[in-house]
């Protein structure tokens, strides 16, 4: 119970941390999350050229769009997570219950919310311009993703950690 911990015990026990600071996270399973994310975004123009042939750089800042960002994100955490930890570990567990839910919100909530929007903004057009809100700021309906974008960002998601890992 009364344990003694010397200066030397203490001292070893902190030679492996870096008394420097560090720019870049060493932790590799959150550098797999955000490469995830950054290569989903930066893939969104790509994507967006594909379907509407013309560039739309302004996409890679945004949120909706082929592949979804926030997918890829847990997706790669979860999966990173899995591969490192393994699957029976509680974060683990926790790891895929937030990819659930930022999935089926991506799919559901948000994708519905948007296309809320776009119909109330369509309604505001048509108002006559002495209406009080015809001259309101549209709203933002960019906001969800098919199921088709959230599917291609967890996919990227995958492929991201199962390749990260292999780095390690």
Not at 26 to 49: D, E, G, H, R, V
Not at 103 to 112: I, P, Q
Not at 121 to 148: A, F, M, W, Y
Request: hydrophobic residues 45%; charged residues 15%.
């Amino acid at each position: 119970m009364n344990e003694v911990i010397t200066a030397g015990d203490a001292s070893s026990s902190f030679r492996s941390v870096s008394s420097e600071p560090s720019v870049i996270p060493s932790n590799p399973i959150l550098l797999c999350a955000f490469l995830a994310l950054a290569i989903a975004q930066f893939l969104k123009p790509f994507t967006s050229w594909y379907k509407d042939r013309k560039w739309d750089f302004r996409k890679m800042l945004g949120s909706g769009g082929m592949p979804s960002s926030h997918s890829a994100l847990v997706t790669a955490l979860a999966v990173a997570v899995g591969l490192q930890e393994g699957t029976e570990t509680p974060a683990f567990a926790i790891a895929l219950v937030v990819a659930c839910v930022v999935m089926y919100d991506a799919s559901g909530v948000r994708l519905h919310a948007g296309r809320q929007a776009e119909l109330l903004n369509q309604i505001v057009c048509e108002l006559p311009p002495e209406h009080p809100i015809s001259n309101v700021r549209p709203l933002r309906d960019k906001l969800g993703h098919t199921p088709v974008q959230v599917g291609a960002g967890a996919v990227l998601g995958c492929i991201v950690a199962i390749v990260t890992r292999s780095w390690s």
